[in-house]
C-alpha cells in the first residue's frame, strides 16, 4: 500500500513539473482604461464603447504575452474574482501605493497597468462592384501608455508608449482580396485591436525578454521566440551585442549594456517555440545571447485577384 501511495505522489509531482515550469514569473494584465477625453467611437455599424475597448484589448494583449510563454499568465476572470471579492474599484488599484496590493492579492510578479489615451476610427464605404465587395476606407489610431510594475517592490521596471496607425491600404497589401471579401465591420475592429495589443505586447517582451540568438549556424540563427508573438516571414530584425553592464554610480541600478549593431537578420520560418533566420549582414560577428529588435518591414504591393479597371484602387 505504501508503495502504491508513493508511486502515486511521484506521479503527481512530475506532471505538475511539467504543467508549470520552474521560475516563470506570474504576470497580470489589469484592465487598462480609456482616457476621459476619448469619446465613443464607430468602425461601420460597430460601436466601439469604453467598456469594449478597455476589455477588448486587455483582453488581445492577455493572448498575445500567453503565446511568448515567458509568464503564467493570469486570466481576466481570475483578476475580476480578485478586484470584487476584495471591493476593489479601478480607481482604488491606480492610486499610488495600491499596486503591492494587488500584486500580492493577485499573487503576481509583474502588474501591467496602462491607459488608452487616443482611440480615432473613419471610415468611408466603397462599393467594389466587379468584386462585389465593400471596402471601408480605414484610418485608425490607437495610442497606449502603459507600465510593468515589479509587485515585491512597487518599482516600475518599464514605462513606454504606442501609437498604431492602420490604414486601408495597409490592410489590403496584408490580407487577401478573397480573405477581405467577407468581411464585417466587426472583423476590422478585431484587426485594430489586434494590431495595437502586439505593438504593446512586443514592447513589453522586449523590456523584460527580448528576442534573442541561442543558436548559429554559417547562414543563419535560430531565435528564442515562436508564432504569434510578432515574428512572420519576411521581417528583419536588428541584431545588437549587448556589451558589459552599466551601472548607476549614485543608486547602483543596472542601466543595461553598451549595445553594439552587429548584424541584421531576416526571418525565414516562424514554428511554435523557435524562429529561424537567415543572416543578411554580420556573418562571423554574430554570436549567441545576442539581441533581436524588429524593424519595420516595408510590404511590397501584390497583384489583386481580379483585373484594375480603375486606377488607384
Known amino acids: 500500500m505504501q508503495k502504491i501511495i508513493v508511486l502515486l505522489l511521484a506521479c503527481f509531482f512530475v506532471e505538475v513539473s511539467h504543467a508549470a515550469p520552474a521560475g516563470q514569473p506570474t504576470m497580470a494584465v489589469l484592465p487598462f482604461q480609456l482616457s476621459p477625453v476619448v469619446g465613443t467611437t464607430n468602425i461601420g455599424e460597430v460601436v466601439i464603447t469604453r467598456t469594449l475597448a478597455e476589455r477588448e484589448f486587455s483582453n488581445q494583449l492577455i493572448q498575445f504575452l500567453a503565446k511568448s510563454r515567458k509568464f503564467n499568465m493570469l486570466t481576466r476572470t481570475q483578476i475580476d474574482k480578485v478586484i470584487a471579492e476584495n471591493r476593489l474599484t479601478e480607481s482604488y488599484w491606480a492610486e499610488p501605493g495600491q499596486m503591492e496590493i494587488m500584486g500580492r492579492l493577485l499573487v503576481a510578479d509583474y502588474l501591467v497597468t496602462g491607459v488608452i489615451n487616443r482611440l480615432e476610427v473613419s471610415a468611408v464605404r466603397q462599393n467594389i462592384g466587379i468584386t462585389g465587395e465593400v471596402l ?15 509587485s515585491s517592490t512597487g518599482k516600475i521596471v518599464l514605462a513606454d508608449q504606442v501609437i498604431q496607425k492602420i490604414r486601408f491600404d495597409e490592410v489590403r497589401r496584408e490580407i487577401p482580396a478573397l480573405e477581405r471579401r467577407y468581411w464585417t465591420a466587426a472583423d476590422y475592429k478585431d484587426l485594430l485591436f489586434t494590431k495595437a495589443a502586439t505593438e504593446v505586447g512586443t514592447a513589453i517582451l522586449a523590456g523584460i525578454y527580448p528576442i534573442k540568438v541561442i543558436k548559429v549556424s554559417s547562414t543563419g540563427v535560430i531565435l528564442n521566440r515562436g508564432k504569434g508573438v510578432g515574428l512572420e516571414v519576411g521581417k528583419r530584425c536588428l541584431v545588437v551585442n549587448q556589451g558589459a553592464a552599466i551601472v548607476d554610480v549614485d543608486t547602483g541600478e543596472s542601466l543595461g549594456g553598451d549595445e553594439e549593431q552587429v548584424g541584421i537578420i531576416e526571418v525565414t520560418s516562424v514554428q511554435r517555440k523557435i ?3 537567415k543572416i543578411i549582414s554580420g556573418l ?3 554570436k549567441y545571447g545576442d539581441i533581436c529588435k524588429l524593424q519595420a518591414t516595408i510590404r511590397q504591393a501584390s497583384e489583386p485577384a481580379y483585373p484594375r479597371v480603375t486606377p488607384g484602387w
Not at 471601408?136 to 489610431?141: C, D, E, G, S
Not at 495610442?143 to 510594475?149: C, L, W
Open 275 to 277: 524562429t529561424k533566420a
Open 136 to 150: 471601408p476606407r480605414l484610418v485608425a489610431t490607437f495610442k497606449s501608455q502603459f507600465q510593468i510594475i515589479e
Open 284 to 286: 562571423g560577428r554574430i
